[in-house]
């Protein structure tokens, strides 16, 4: 009996340790580079997007963003900023943006989004895609 309850306490004890630990990674977990270009760059988006490494490749999501609601499209060039070196993507937003709507946009030009950042009343978030 005492060991079926120490078997489901640290069952328990696990579960919610990880689920702690989950909700940290999307408070914050940023890059010190993701955070800087937020706290330059204020009502922006910065997603981190696999596979982007030129100029070439911006091109398709940068069309596919571009069509979005809410993108603030006189900013940048038509509301995005590239930095393929980091594979960063800007997206200078002007009202609420729907993420998967994001993911999904990215999904169609033929890349992944990893994860964006993004400050919300002061904090900087963290949300993970495709992990």
């Not at 993701?34 to 760059?41: P, T």
């Not at 800007?90 to 964006?116: C, M, P, R, W």
């Amino acid at each position: 009996m005492l060991i079926k309850f120490s078997i489901i306490f640290i069952m328990s004890f696990v579960f919610v340790c990880s689920s702690i630990s989950e909700n940290a990674d999307n408070i914050s977990n940023c890059s010190n580079e993701m955070i800087s270009l937020l706290k330059d760059y204020p009502n922006t988006v910065v997603l981190k997007v696999k596979g982007l490494v030129c100029s070439s490749c911006a091109i398709g999501v940068r069309v596919h963003l571009s069509k979005m609601d809410g993108i603030d499209i006189s900013k940048f060039n038509k509301g995005i900023m590239f930095d393929s070196t980091s594979q960063y993507v800007l997206v200078a937003i002007k009202d609420n943006i729907d993420f998967q709507k994001i993911d999904e946009s990215i999904t169609n030009a033929g890349y992944n989004l990893h994860h964006l950042c993004y400050i919300d009343n002061g904090l900087v978030k963290r949300i993970n895609f495709n992990t």
